[in-house]
């Protein structure tokens, strides 16, 4: 039976959440050249592959942070999974905003979550892992116990590996950068000698330069 990483993986590459094009990189909104581009809220428009999601988030909670109760979500991409992962769990819900509103009582997390409660924390896709550990802040300082984050899908880098770390949050993804390299390359959806180049991306995706701009 296959791991549930390489099962996410093919079903993000099948439905573009994933895209990958080491040849024609994408440009992020950091500025970064990236080979590849990740936009998980299109499995919400997959009824099948959104409960599966919704489904295994739940299971590695329970498995892993049994004594959850409640969820918060991060704005925007993890809202609507966040949503879903508390209902499957019966649990209070709440979302964090990237910034505060800037009118009525100008919140920061929509919800309530209650001093003290223990909070596992949804991300959809962890890149360098900065918006998912300032939302996890914002839960602490509303007084809550962060036990853990859960996420659809990281890059690895280890950059947000070391970041994690440091601010002592257990990370648990479904899936993940080297899953999907491999599903990519057994369903030909890439070539062996683009390997080497998402690789190198990972290691330093900063200032990664793209063939294509040595040329």
Known sequence: MKQIDLIL???LLKISAIKLQPDNPFTWASGWNSPIYTDNRKT????DIRSFIKIELS???????GEVEAIA??????IAQGALVADELMLPYAYVRSTPKDHGLENLIEGNLKPGQKVV???D????G????????AVRNAGCDVIGMVAIFSYEFPVATEAFRKANVNLITLSNYSAMLNVALETKYIREDDIETLKEWRQDPANWVPKRAED
Not at 44 to 47: N, Q, T, V
Not at 130 to 137: D, M, P, Q, T
């Open 9 to 11: 993986a093919e079903k």
């Open 125 to 128: 896709l962890v890149s360098t």
């Open 44 to 47: 919400l428009s997959y009824p």
């Open 73 to 78: 979500g991060v704005a925007t991409g993890a």
């Open 59 to 65: 299971r590695i909670i329970m498995e892993n942070f």
């Open 121 to 123: 924390v949804i991300e």
């Open 130 to 137: 900065g918006s998912s550990l300032k939302a996890i802040e």
